[in-house]
């Protein structure tokens, strides 16, 4: 694994454009400095490090977010009709004025900056935890960034079955809003809850989630990412995996300037499952980025990549994952698909899908492919009378279904089918 390549003063740089957060407990202000040790040792990401070398961090970086003007509200944002605990944060910084009551029957709800400030907490364990483990063996250094300097976002605590599910919602109103929120949710041995995730957010968004998951427990976390043109988004997602435990993850991601979704899942804890999907739409100056890493350290467990992107206009799709094995962690049943449907010449993707097996009962496999729309199958269904515009949807639907059907809620699965659909509409010509 080649080292990052350093650049003391773009981290020096990224470093004082935050302000530093209110002082907390000693436990939370030990922690943020070990992570400001940690971006300080690997530097601020650049172009030449191995897993950058298909996207480019400059805007991610840079002193200043560009401009990224709020789009008008939707009319129907995504999950509105989904019945749910609501937590708004505008440009950043939560809006209790906005949000529903953060209490619910099996689910302790309490903003960050609080369950840092106390002396005794369940967080001590898991805030800057997971993230620092994901550091190895790859550098994460945005989102060491994160746990050094983020003041807002929610610790979740699961008890019970969640009766709701609880939905983080991001509004965006100023121009050159540069946001960072750090999320840490917590899944007690038998309990259950489902997170969901939307809306513009920032200009530039830096977010983090460490989510633990102990025996017996399930989190199903679903989130849409999207609308605004411009947006730059930098996203890491960590998770670990306790006994026969149950953790799957969405993610739409339509329009957006650059995205980079990380997410970092171990495995700790046999007879586990852990499915991680996505897919993203988008044209023009569209650039997505999924990187994931999946480590199996436990016995008999399913982990599940899938990722599907279609792109058009000279967009640009990035697929970097990996399944490590490691010795011991025999019965492993390992998937791994990245695909893009290139619907011009101009477009772009690229993928590095990765085995690491020291274990020699297991099934894994990995494929990425790209291509056109199959002419074979669309002059089919022209035959039969569909529209060619028609046509060219209902192919993109179902390529893109297989990622869809990881949501195990039919009603929010049929409202991300209704979204991209709505998007294909909406980009006819």
């Keep these: 694994m080649a080292a990052p390549v350093k650049d003391p003063s773009l981290t020096d740089s990224i470093l004082a454009r935050h302000a530093a957060p209110a002082k907390a407990s000693h436990w939370a202000e030990a922690t943020r400095n070990d992570a400001r040790a940690r971006l300080l040792a690997t530097g601020a990401p650049v172009r030449r490090d191995e897993y950058w070398r298909y996207t480019d961090p400059a805007p991610l970086t840079a002193d200043e977010a560009t401009d990224c003007p709020p789009l008008e509200p939707e009319t129907s944002p995504v999950f509105d009709d989904v019945d749910a605990l609501r937590l708004v944060f505008v440009d950043g910084v939560f809006a209790p004025d906005l949000s529903d009551e953060a209490a619910m029957d099996g689910v302790e709800i309490q903003p960050l900056s609080e369950a840092l400030n106390a002396d005794i907490h369940w967080a001590k364990d898991l805030y800057g935890a997971l993230e620092a483990a994901g550091q190895t063996p790859v550098a994460r250094p945005l989102a060491a960034l994160n746990t050094a300097v983020a003041a807002d976002g929610f610790v979740i605590r699961a008890t019970g079955i969640a009766p709701k599910p609880v939905h983080l919602r991001y509004l965006h109103r100023e121009d050159r809003s540069d946001v960072v929120i750090r999320h840490l949710v917590r899944v007690e041995e038998g309990a259950s809850v489902t997170i969901l995730e939307n809306g513009q957010a920032a200009s530039r968004f830096n977010k983090v989630m460490e989510i633990d998951v102990a025996n017996n427990g399930a989190c199903h976390h679903i989130r849409a990412q999207g609308r605004d043109h411009d947006r730059l988004a930098a996203t890491h997602l960590f998770a670990r ?183 294909l509409e909406r980009r006819s010509t």
């Design 241 to 423: 995996l306790g006994t026969e435990s149950n953790f799957k993850s969405f993610t739409l991601t339509v329009n957006g300037r650059l995205t980079r979704n990380e997410a970092v899942i171990e495995f700790t804890g046999d007879d586990a499952v852990g499915h991680i999907a996505g897919c993203c739409i988008g044209d023009g100056t569209f650039h997505h980025d999924d990187t994931v890493f999946v480590t199996h350290g436990s016995l008999n467990c399913e982990s599940r990549q899938v990722f599907k992107k279609v792109l058009k206009n000279g967009a640009t799709g990035v697929f970097q994952g990996k399944i490590l094995v490691k010795e011991g962690a025999q019965k492993t049943d390992g998937y791994q698909i990245s695909q893009a449907l290139l619907l011009d010449e101009d477009s772009e993707f690229n993928a590095k899908p990765e085995l690491e097996i020291y274990a020699d009962d297991v099934a894994c496999s990995h494929g990425s492919t790209c291509g056109a729309v199959d002419e074979t199958a669309l002059f089919y269904l022209r035959s039969r009378g569909v529209p060619l515009k028609e046509a060219q949807d209902m192919m993109v639907l179902a390529f893109v279904d297989e990622a869809v059907q990881e949501i195990e809620d039919d009603q929010i699965a049929d409202e991300i089918r209704s979204r991209i659909g709505q998007w």
